[in-house]
């Protein structure tokens, strides 16, 4: 049987573009926003150059200006502060809790630390993220090193050739994540992006079908050792769901600052264009739009701020979790091994 390499990267599996990648997740979400706004501000003026009515002529006849920001007044208020006590309160509930919520926690914690220095035979797991995940992930290739110079023997040739290409894919991808997150700082996006290229549901899956088809020609010490791999990368998604949910409350936490911060300038915008914007506001033309024109697109964008930064952080954060929904050995996009999968009552029979 013979399987097509593995894809390396996230975006070679999931098909997509480089650039809605970079814009979804890569770009720097203040970037993103600003862009929005850029487009939103230079969008609503230039309108004046299309030959539409003068919009000094519809403000002074329909008072648009009210009717148009008025809205924002109390949508600013209510809705704003609404959101960024939800998002603390999203974040505080997992925070929160009696003492012995919190010694569960703790105790939990530890056990899984513990059982992921057992199987990395390593005294001491390091405490930080990124440092933590490249010795869960050099674990990985010894055990597939392990595993390789154990059926190097075997009189199979095909079972050598299909553990070769199979620890040859898990070395290069181990490789390439390892190398990407040594000197990322948690707190960026840097290490979950990085992390996301390791495929360990698929590694999961061709590791159980090696032994599956080859279960009678593995020796008891191959056998073993598929069985340590396998434990070995089931240890790497509850980790990665693990600090995802960290970053998930980082970046949670950043947001409603953030949507802090642009609340009060869009309230403030809003209050003095109702009071003060009329068709006399502002008089001449510049760049062939009326002034006014700009003046109403630049309060708009301020006044839409808060709500454009909620969509940069929301595209990034449920981007991610789209990625991440199935954590084990499910994989919700169609392989890519170049392989049927047929049932009968003795269980999936693997095209050849």
């Known amino acids: 049987m013979s399987n097509s390499s593995d894809s390396q990267t996230m975006r ?15 770009l720097n979400r203040w970037v993103l926003a600003g862009g929005m706004l850029t487009v939103v501000f230079f969008g609503i003026a230039t309108f004046g150059l299309v030959g539409l009515s003068p919009i000094q002529v519809v403000v002074a006849e329909t ?11 109390g949508g600013a208020i209510i809705a704003g502060v609404t959101l960024v006590v939800t998002l603390n309160q999203l974040v505080l509930s997992q925070e929160l809790g009696a003492v012995g919520e919190q010694r569960e926690r703790m105790q939990e914690a530890m056990e899984f630390r513990r059982d992921v220095e057992s199987a990395s035979h390593v005294g001491l797991a390091p405490p930080e993220p990124s440092a933590f995940l490249r010795q869960l992930i050099a674990a990985i290739e010894d055990r597939a090193e392990t595993l390789h110079d154990r059926v190097s023997d075997e ?3 095909e079972l050598q050739e299909e553990v070769d290409e199979y620890v040859e894919t898990l070395d290069e991808n181990a490789e390439m994540v390892r190398s990407n997150i040594e000197d990322e700082q948690f707190g ?14 698929r590694k999961i899956f061709r590791a159980r079908q090696i032994q599956y088809n080859y279960g ?12 340590e791999l396998i434990e070995t990368l089931s240890f790497f998604g509850p980790a990665r769901e693990h600090f995802k949910t960290l970053y998930f409350q980082w970046e949670l ?9 642009a609340a009060i300038p869009a309230l403030i915008t809003t209050v003095v264009m109702v009071l003060y914007g009329d068709a006399t506001a502002v008089s001449g033309e ?20 808060p709500f454009v930064i909620l969509l940069s952080f929301v595209f ?37």
């Open 155 to 157: 009189a199979d040739d």
């Open 188 to 201: 960026t996006f840097n290490v979950i992006w990085r992390v996301l290229d390791f495929n360990y549901s």
């Open 12 to 26: 070679e599996r999931t098909e997509e573009s480089n650039l809605k990648l970079w814009l979804l997740l890569r």
């Open 253 to 261: 936490i950043n947001l409603s600052r953030s949507v802090s911060y």
């Open 63 to 73: 008072g648009a200006i009210q009717m148009l920001f008025g809205p924002f007044m």
């Open 216 to 227: 009678d020609d593995l020796s008891d010490e191959a056998n073993e050792t598929i069985d």
């Open 286 to 305: 510049t760049l062939g739009v009326e002034n006014l024109a700009w003046l109403v697109s630049f309060a708009f964008v301020v006044t839409v701020s």
């Open 316 to 352: 990034r954060i449920a981007t991610v979790a789209q990625r991440t929904l199935a954590m084990g050995p499910f994989v919700l996009r169609e392989m890519d091994e170049g392989q049927a999968t047929e049932y009968d009552e003795q269980g999936p029979k693997y095209d050849e």
